[in-house]
């Protein structure tokens, strides 16, 4: 590539660049200040009519103050600390596993109907302070679950001492006699 080739491809990415500029600034003539000489000259005609109006941008100024206005740092520095502030008040302190929505939706193994879910598998709990009507397999499982005796064991035992409704005081009584 030739020397007068290098320049002439500089002067025209020169040229486009400076093209994208004007297009991004816009036209000076369509600005609604009194300067339409430079985007410079607006501005600083935008800051004494903000300023003579009585506003001005003070960083310093708290909260409900009507007659100043924060830098756009300032603003971004306040949504930033509220965000997190929200945040810390719906979390409660969470530890970090837990402290965003997804994280919770994860715990719950991301299921819509957690607490259907729970209810159910609580529902399927022996119980020890209240009756239950179970079916035989949830019968024979509950036994095996807590190592008891199976009711056909049962019976046959009790087949196997005999009836314990006896009198056995008069079995007694009888066998002195």
């Known amino acids: ?6 320049i002439v491809s500089l002067a025209q990415t020169i040229g486009g660049d400076i093209k994208g500029l004007r297009t991004s600034q ?12 430079s985007l410079v000259a607006a501005i ?55 402290d965003t929505l997804n994280e919770l939706a994860a715990a719950l193994n991301n299921d819509p109907s957690f607490a259907t879910t729970i209810a159910g598998e609580i529902a399927n709990r022996v119980r020890f302070d209240a009756a239950q009507t179970l079916t035989s397999p949830q019968q ?3 036994r095996t679950n807590i190592g008891a005796a199976a009711a056909s064991d049962v019976s046959g035992l009790i087949t196997g001492l005999g009836t314990y409704d006896r009198d056995y005081a008069a079995d007694y009584t009888a066998a002195k006699a």
């Open 44 to 98: 600083n005609e935008l800051v004494l009519m903000i300023g003579s109006a009585g506003a001005s941008i003070d960083d310093g100024a708290g909260n409900g103050s009507t007659t100043v206005t924060w830098s756009a740092y300032k603003i971004f520095d306040s949504i930033e600390a509220a965000k997190a502030s929200v945040k810390a008040e719906l979390t409660n302190g969470a530890a970090a596993a837990l």
């Open 1 to 6: 590539m030739s020397l007068e080739s290098r």
């Open 26 to 37: 816009g036209t000076l003539s369509a600005l609604n200040t009194t300067t339409k000489t």
């Open 140 to 142: 024979a499982q509950a």
